[in-house]
């Protein structure tokens, strides 16, 4: 039957949660930080201080990651999630290490630098899923992160900024290998979500509220230049 409405036609599970959270989700996607960054008007105190809890975000992430490996029901799986790790270890790591260099955060003032709440947030969320052992809870938070970053950095069809700070950024979330990332977490979830329909709901949500509350937190807290070794 291809008649609107049966079930081969149904919403994707994924598709589903995230129209749960359409609201926060869209608030989060056109945040005054994506605005910025496309157009490279952000402010270095406020990229600083961002790229400063991301740090934390992670590392934090990375251990959620090895939970999915742990979890994960095939080789398959287990294989593409740990290539996903290799990624977060890899460039995105040397991404970290140059940006904070070119706006001269030192290793000491990200250290004396405080959680947000919601980064304190994500490391708790991240500990509570990897803890319940459960693929489709870890993945929950996995798809949440890495679809809203997707989604961000490619709806606006602006060209890239020049500042590698803001470009690296985006093109690390929009490239092809990120696309079938996401995709390939989609679908995993579309698979074994439904069988934990409110354990997956939950975890989700919560995700998508800590998104908008991460960017929030980047003009409530920006890293000022009085604390910050200013090298541009
Ligand atoms: C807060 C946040 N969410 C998602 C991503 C993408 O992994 C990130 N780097 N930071």
Redesign the pocket.
Known sequence: MNTKGSPLLTTRFTEELRNQNLRTWEAAVGHQFVKELFDGSIDDTVMAGYLTQ?YR??DA?LALIGAAVASADTLEARLTLARFAGEVAGDENTYFQHSFDTLGVTEELRRETPNTAATTG?QALFREAADTREYAAILSVLVV??WL?LDWATRVSHPRPTDPVHADWITLHDYPGFHELVAFLRAELDRVGPQDRDTAGDFFGRAVDL?LA?FDAAYAHPLTEAGREVVR
């Open positions: 991301d975000f992670l992430f994500f992160a890495e970053y998104e991460f």
